[in-house]
């Protein structure tokens, strides 16, 4: 008789150990992606100017964060609008931070090079920060309000000039 019940007992912990693993494997194996009212997922990362920067830095200020590259042609179009934004809003307590995904280093520093945008830019050839961010299309931006919250969610190039925009994140000011 306790023998049985041993026996029950390890077959129960033996599920529930199972179905614990199980659960671990699928959660990893999950694709991450954050989505508006999620909390920004922490990142640090190098800029060109030489800074090392994470979401925390940004505290007290909105955070546009733009992934791209140099072999993306939307990307591409958008930069001189976000260059205009960035410009434009740096003095309200607004940030603009595009991550490259370039691998390319040399076509990544010629780019910046040739268009010198006002805004920062790091380069993150394994893509690791966006992966974490769940981005598979460039462009892809995330507006992080003071908070670290994601308050905006573009995929696509936008016209970052475009009142509907500029005004929406003037709002979160």
Request: charged letters at 25%; one cysteine or more.
């Amino acid at each position: 008789m306790q023998k049985s019940q041993a026996d029950r007992t390890l077959r129960i912990l033996l599920a529930v150990s199972f179905i614990a693993f199980m659960w671990v494997i699928k959660d990893s194996f999950e694709e991450r992606i954050v989505n508006v009212g999620d909390k920004a997922p922490n990142f640090s990362i190098t800029t060109e100017k030489g800074r090392t920067v994470s979401v925390s830095d940004f505290g007290g200020k909105v955070l546009v964060l733009n992934f791209w590259a140099t072999w993306c042609p939307p990307c591409i179009q958008e930069i001189p609008s976000l260059h205009q934004f960035a410009a434009t809003m740096k003095d309200k307590g607004v940030v603009v931070l595009a991550v490259s995904v370039d691998k390319n280093e040399k076509a990544y520093k010629t780019f910046l090079a040739r268009a010198r945008p006002a805004f920062e830019t790091a380069r993150d050839p394994d893509a690791n920060i966006s992966s974490d961010y769940g981005t598979f299309k460039w462009p892809e931006t995330y507006v992080i309000d003071k908070n670290g919250k994601v308050v905006q969610k573009l995929i696509a190039n936008q016209d970052w000039m475009d009142p509907q925009l500029v005004n929406g994140i003037k709002a979160l000011l």
